[in-house]
């Protein structure tokens, strides 16, 4: 009767010992808390919301376009508005997500098929997209963005 005793009174232990550990260990990456980054990313241009758009954006962020480098402050200055008039006039249609996780970092890689007319020109174009988020504080960002297109 008291070794069974003593054996529960060590499984309680280590129950209990054990709890604290599981309650502060991380969240496991979530895919589809990644892709609604992306997708908000995306729906703040298509809305005109410069501010929506740059708040999923990391402060230190560097996007890359045409052979281009440009920091969070050129991006939103610069190129921004021109990607919300873009995003305003033009169909895209974007294929599937593919994120990859190594901790704190994912990777995500998608296509978008745009068709349409911008400023009066024919749009036919294939874009490839390559985005870098980090999650701090439970919270993912966007670290960059890389852009390329091609014709079809």
């Known amino acids: ?3 069974t005793s ?54 230190d962020a560097v996007f890359l376009e045409s052979g281009k480098l440009e920091t969070r402050a050129e991006y939103e200055a610069n190129h921004l508005p021109a990607d919300i008039k873009f995003e305003s006039q033009v169909t895209g249609k974007r294929g599937p997500m593919r994120v990859t996780f190594e901790g704190n970092t994912a990777w995500v890689i ?23 988020l980090t999650r701090d504080s439970g919270d993912w960002r966007i670290r960059t963005i890389h852009w390329s297109s091609r014709r079809r």
């Open 1 to 3: 009767m008291r070794h």
């Open 6 to 59: 003593r054996s529960r009174y060590l499984v309680l232990t280590a129950i209990l010992l054990w709890l604290p550990a599981c309650a502060s260990a991380p969240a496991p990456p979530s895919e589809a808390a990644v892709i609604a980054v992306v997708e908000s990313f995306y729906g703040a241009m298509k809305k005109g919301d410069t501010a929506a758009a740059m708040r999923v954006i990391a402060p």
């Open 110 to 132: 998608a296509t978008t098929e745009y068709e349409g007319t911008f400023e009066g020109s024919p749009v036919n174009f294939v874009s490839a997209q390559l985005m870098v």
